[in-house]
């Protein structure tokens, strides 16, 4: 079943912005995952918590491909990167049936 993983970005200083989302895409292909949606500027809709400064959604073919690319030496290598200068939530999903 597919799967996604949806991420809601806080960014603190972008020195590390540049390498990182040079390299993200491959990693995730890598995985053979595909961003759905990779942007700034989220509109509030409904609620109340802060917007973040980005939002964004990959989709794998199932759990099982999202939870390694996430747990890959790739991706965490790039993950430290991004913690340098920003604040991540996450979550891991499946598509309606």
Do not use: C
């Not at 890598?30 to 973040?52: I, K």
Request: no cysteine.
């Amino acid at each position: 079943m597919t799967a996604f993983i949806i991420g809601q970005m806080q960014i603190h200083s972008r020195d590390w912005m540049d390498e990182y989302f040079a390299k993200i895409p491959k990693v995730v292909e890598a995985h053979s995952g595909e961003f759905l949606v990779r942007g700034g500027e989220p509109e509030m809709m409904e609620g109340s918590d802060p917007l973040p400064d980005a939002a964004f959604i990959l989709e794998f073919p199932d759990r099982a491909h999202a939870q390694r690319f996430w747990n890959s030496d790739e991706f965490q290598r790039l993950a430290i990167l991004r913690r340098s200068g920003s604040t991540l939530n996450a979550i891991l999903v499946d598509k309606l049936a």
